[in-house]
């Protein structure tokens, strides 16, 4: 089998970056370890920068998003007995994120790619990549379960776990991590939601989130201790944390019910430099994580994944290798940025074990900050929606 691009996970990276090549004439297949209904159905953040919603526009995949998905224009920011909005109409005018879940993303995608006859392989064991070294005489291959697809580029979007990644010889990898003492203990369930926009909550107690899928779906999160079993967490406790958490500003009270999915997700940060190696360039999670806090998770695989589509189209239309070779450059800048935010408001917002009594009061004077000064809450406003591509 031969192909352009191989590509390796069928997440929002591989999927889009399938459908952005085809809309160029560029031919891939996509090799996902999962099942089409696991991916489907797993569930992972929701917002989306207007960046975000303006390429899967663009590209012919937003039209259920545009019609299902929740516009908002603001966030809001609550701990000491108040809540404290920050508008981007007035901070950001124009720009705005939209309340989508990732698994609808990815079952746009794969309806898109399917629809124009892609090749989406679900299922599929074993993959290996082979022959990535630069200047090395085959192209790049990609074996999976007794089969070999040979390709001009292969594109790992196979998550943080994936293989792409351990592929390329340690010594040309440089890794920048950290690591957090805590976890989100995530649920979605069927309530109607509390608040029309996102509530991130900095108590006592640690961090809590209220953000939402649809009128009747809202989506919660806790901080727990990073060793948290979700076991230990029976719907009761749940509901009674979030309550201690959330109902703490006059009027707000919680509105709890059926919950029909419980998981607990680790927190990291995570860069690789370079994302790329011979012909092998990697996108997504693959390359970098962070918390979910300031949700970026998504739209950054998203950011990867255009660099990518505009360096192969160069690539494969006169042969010029100037945008392949400079991908993990123009990609990093974004991610840092993005890497920065994360981890910011993670710091803002969550209890940290270790914190004396001094650190706990600079978080709350910078969230003073935030909520007061038009310069501060624009700092978190404009990177909340999303830089502009490039900048
Ligand atoms: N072979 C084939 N597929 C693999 C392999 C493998 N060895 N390992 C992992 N995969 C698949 C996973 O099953 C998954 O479907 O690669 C896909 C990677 O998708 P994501 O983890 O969703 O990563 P990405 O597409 O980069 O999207 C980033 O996803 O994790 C969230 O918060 C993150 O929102 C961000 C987004
Ligand atoms: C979500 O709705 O899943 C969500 C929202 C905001 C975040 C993280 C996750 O910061």
Known sequence: MRTQVGIIGAGPAGLLLSHLLHLRGISSVVLEKRSRDYIERRVRAGV???????????????????????????????YGGAGHRIPFEKLVPGRAITV??????VKDLIAARLAAGGDVRFEVEDVEVHSLEPGSDTGPYVTFGGERLDCDVIAGCDG??????????????????????????????????SSEELIYARTDRGFALHSMRSPSVSRFYLQVPADTRIEDWPDER??????????????FSLTT?????????????????????GRLYLAGDAAHIVPPTGAKGLNLAVADVRVLTEALAAYFSDGSTALLDGYSEACLKRVWR??????????????????????????LSYLDYVTSSEAAATTLAENYVGLPYGS
């Open 100 to 105: 989508y879940g990732q698994q609808e993303v």
């Open 48 to 78: 989306l920068e207007q960046g975000t919603v303006d390429t899967l526009v663009e590209a012919g995949v937003g039209e259920r998003m545009l019609r299902e998905g929740l516009p908002h224009h603001g966030i809001e920011l609550r």
């Open 257 to 277: 019910g059926e919950i029909t999915e419980k998981g607990v997700t680790p927190m990291r940060s995570f860069v690789v430099e370079p994302m790329q190696y």
């Open 238 to 251: 749940i509901w009674d944390e979030l309550r201690a958490r959330l109902e703490n500003v006059p009027g």
């Open 338 to 363: 993005a890497q920065h935010f994360s981890w910011w408001m993670t710091t803002l917002l969550h209890t940290f074990e270790d914190e004396d009594a001094y650190g706990r009061r600079l978080q």
């Open 160 to 193: 943080f776990h994936g293989v792409s990644r351990p592929s390329i010889p340690e010594d040309v990898l440089t890794v920048f991590e950290r690591e957090y003492p805590f976890a989100w203990l995530g649920i979605l369930a069927n309530v109607t939601p």
